[in-house]
């Protein structure tokens, strides 16, 4: 059974840094056999998306909010997925979750909910004002 476990969240000031990640675990899988991607959902709205990621690393996506301030990468030897944030708003306030799905192309990325297969528990990022 695959596992996603996500750490690194907390409470950071506006205009601050947080980088939050994800390992995947259940042998024999590792993160380069997933496409990956990052969601988020604040209290009372959708999960939306962030950032993803293709399962080779070569191809990545961005939701516009983020672009120029979220970074996503996967570090394959060790399995884990991570999404660097710089220049936090308030806005960014929300539980974020890392999700996966195997595709047999490796360049292929998804950035809907509903595409994903495996989902994490969520990492809580809290920016204050």
Do not use: H
């Not at 929300?94 to 809907?112: K, L």
């Amino acid at each position: 059974q695959v596992q996603l476990i996500e750490s690194g969240g907390g409470t950071v000031p506006a205009g601050g840094s947080l980088k939050v990640s994800c390992v995947v675990s259940g042998p024999p899988y590792s993160s380069n056999s997933y496409a990956m991607s990052w969601f988020r959902q604040a209290p009372g709205l959708e999960r939306e998306f962030v950032a993803a990621i293709s399962r080779s690393g070569s191809d990545t996506d961005y939701a516009d909010s983020v672009k120029g301030r979220f970074t996503i990468s996967k570090d394959i030897a060790e399995n884990t997925l991570s999404l660097q944030m710089s220049s936090l708003a308030p806005e960014d306030t929300a539980v974020y979750y890392c999700a996966a799905r195997r595709y047999y192309d490796s360049t292929v990325y998804f950035t809907q909910t509903s595409e994903a297969t495996y989902w994490g528990q969520g990492t809580q990022v809290t920016v204050s004002s």
